[in-house]
């Protein structure tokens, strides 16, 4: 581990809350998905359908969007199987910390690379198309991200500062690439034409979609490791 990484996650446990309530509410806030993807998802929901001009450029923006989001987590992932295994600070005994993260030991997440955090890549891709479709409302997203999904996860030891860091800059740029007028006309042009003359199929598959997204694919994931067991 880096002087920074060891230096953040040193204030952060010698500055942890006292409070056993305090700490339980961030072990939540970062556990439940009605504080990540149910908070921001929604926005977008919101942006599709609100009256204004530029209506086609919005909505092929927040298709982008989408997009980016699940190029995001679906590199996360890859580059977490792929990079060599770091393991998360909660179980790494070198460091002699200990974290407020009562209840969060999962077996998925103890043997799940700590590099990069897909929760950064994709909420903060996800908060970036926020941000550049309406600058008051992505810096809120921006913000909300940065304190209610990233941060718990660095103060519960679920991730290094650098895992969180890196996760956040490669969403960002995949997003500001797939926004780009390029990129967006090519990719969401004709999806939107589809969505246009196919609203009921193109609705269903939407809100399916999002669902996925709040939940990261957790309950398709489990359902493949369980089949995979069954084999």
Same mark, same amino acid.
């Given at each position: 581990?880096?002087?920074?990484? @060891?230096?953040?996650? &040193? *204030?952060? %446990?010698?500055?942890?809350f006292?409070?056993?309530?305090?700490?339980?509410?961030?072990?939540? &806030?970062? +556990?439940?998905?009605? *504080?990540?993807? !149910?908070?921001?998802?929604?926005?977008?929901?919101?942006?599709?359908?609100?009256?204004?001009?530029?209506?086609?450029?919005?909505?092929?923006m927040? =298709?982008?969007?989408?997009?980016? +989001?699940?190029?995001? !987590?679906?590199? $996360? /992932? !890859?580059?977490?199987?792929?990079?060599?295994? /770091?393991?998360?600070?909660?179980?790494?005994?070198?460091?002699?910390?200990?974290?407020?993260?009562? $209840?969060?030991?999962d077996?998925?997440?103890r043997?799940?690379s700590?590099f990069?955090?897909?929760?950064?890549?994709?909420?903060?891709s996800?908060? @970036? $198309?926020?941000?550049?479709?309406?600058?008051?409302? $992505?810096?809120?997203?921006?913000?909300?991200?940065?304190i209610? =999904?990233?941060?718990?996860?660095?103060?519960?030891?679920l991730?290094?500062? @650098?895992?969180? #860091?890196?996760?956040?800059?490669?969403?960002?740029? &995949? @997003?500001?690439?797939? %926004?780009r007028?390029?990129?967006? %006309?090519? #990719?969401? +042009?004709?999806?939107?034409?589809?969505?246009?003359?196919?609203? +009921?199929?193109?609705?269903?598959?939407?809100?399916?979609?999002?669902?996925q997204?709040?939940?990261?694919?957790?309950? !398709?994931?489990l359902?493949? /490791?369980?089949?995979?067991?069954?084999?």
């Amino acid at each position: 581990m880096n002087s920074f990484d @060891t230096a953040v996650q &040193i *204030f952060l %446990t010698h500055n942890a809350f006292r409070s056993a309530a305090m700490n339980h509410a961030i072990r939540v &806030i970062a +556990g439940q998905v009605i *504080f990540k993807g !149910l908070v921001l998802i929604p926005v977008l929901w919101w942006m599709w359908f609100e009256p204004g001009p530029r209506g086609e450029w919005k909505r092929e923006m927040i =298709i982008a969007t989408v997009a980016s +989001g699940l190029l995001s !987590l679906a590199s $996360g /992932r !890859l580059l977490a199987c792929c990079l060599p295994f /770091r393991e998360r600070p909660l179980y790494n005994p070198e460091l002699h910390l200990s974290f407020p993260s009562v $209840g969060l030991q999962d077996a998925v997440v103890r043997t799940w690379s700590s590099f990069p955090s897909d929760h950064a890549m994709l909420w903060m891709s996800v908060a @970036t $198309g926020i941000f550049l479709i309406s600058r008051r409302v $992505g810096a809120l997203a921006l913000l909300y991200t940065g304190i209610f =999904i990233c941060l718990p996860r660095v103060y519960l030891g679920l991730h290094y500062p @650098t895992d969180v #860091l890196a996760g956040a800059a490669i969403g960002v740029a &995949i @997003t500001c690439i797939a %926004t780009r007028n390029f990129v967006r %006309t090519r #990719l969401a +042009g004709p999806i939107l034409r589809w969505m246009n003359g196919h609203p +009921g199929p193109a609705y269903m598959l939407a809100f399916l979609l999002s669902f996925q997204l709040v939940t990261q694919f957790d309950e !398709l994931l489990l359902l493949f /490791r369980v089949g995979l067991k069954a084999l």
